[in-house]
């Protein structure tokens, strides 16, 4: 087991717990690139999370356009792609892996640092059992794809958008 790894797994143990609605919500993760985030060392900016996966037709459109209006903002490093896509979330059919997540993420020039594969999906439950995914909740399904979640600066959760087209270029211009 790499020290990364290690450190991962450390931080997913303190950081993926049940936090009461309206606080913070605190994850940590490692990207395609292999490089871990632990949201507690960058409290102070907000954060855009999309959740996503590589069949996913309105990701494919949603995505590189958030990309580059994060980019255009100088704030691309505030942005977070989520895959969950796996069995632990209780997904079927035809799941994703982290080499289509990566081969899809090219093809969309998205970089790899700011992807991030939810293997163990702890990453993903931590927002679920916050309870923020409403319409994912209604429809008995474990989130909605696509779902952009921005958290404000104290990592709130402000706005969730789960598979609501281009409503989300309107909120990124109220938090960057």
């Known amino acids: 087991m790499t020290k990364k790894t290690l450190i991962l797994l450390f931080s997913l143990f303190f950081c993926s717990q049940v936090y009461a609605a309206g606080n913070p919500i605190q994850f940590a993760s490692l990207n395609l690139k292999g490089d871990v985030y632990n949201s507690k060392r960058s409290n102070g900016k907000p954060l855009v999370i999309s959740f996503f996966f590589t069949t996913c037709g309105p990701c494919k459109v949603e995505m590189p356009e958030l990309y580059k209006i994060m980019k255009a903002k100088g704030k691309e490093k505030q942005l977070f792609f989520v895959d969950p896509y796996n069995k632990h979330l209780k997904f079927s059919g035809e799941l994703d892996n982290k080499r289509a997540v990566k081969k899809f993420v090219k093809k969309l020039h998205i970089p790899m640092e700011l992807v991030y594969f939810d293997a163990i999906g702890a990453l993903t439950k931590s927002f679920i059992k916050e309870g923020i995914f409403k319409k994912a909740i209604a429809h008995k399904t474990p989130i909605v794809f696509p779902t952009i979640v921005i958290l404000d600066k104290n990592h709130k959760p402000v706005k ?7 409503a ?4 990124l211009d109220k938090w960057f």
């Not at 989300?168 to 909120?171: I, L, Q, S």
């Open 168 to 171: 989300f270029v309107k909120e």
């Open 160 to 166: 969730v958008l789960e598979g609501e087209g281009k």
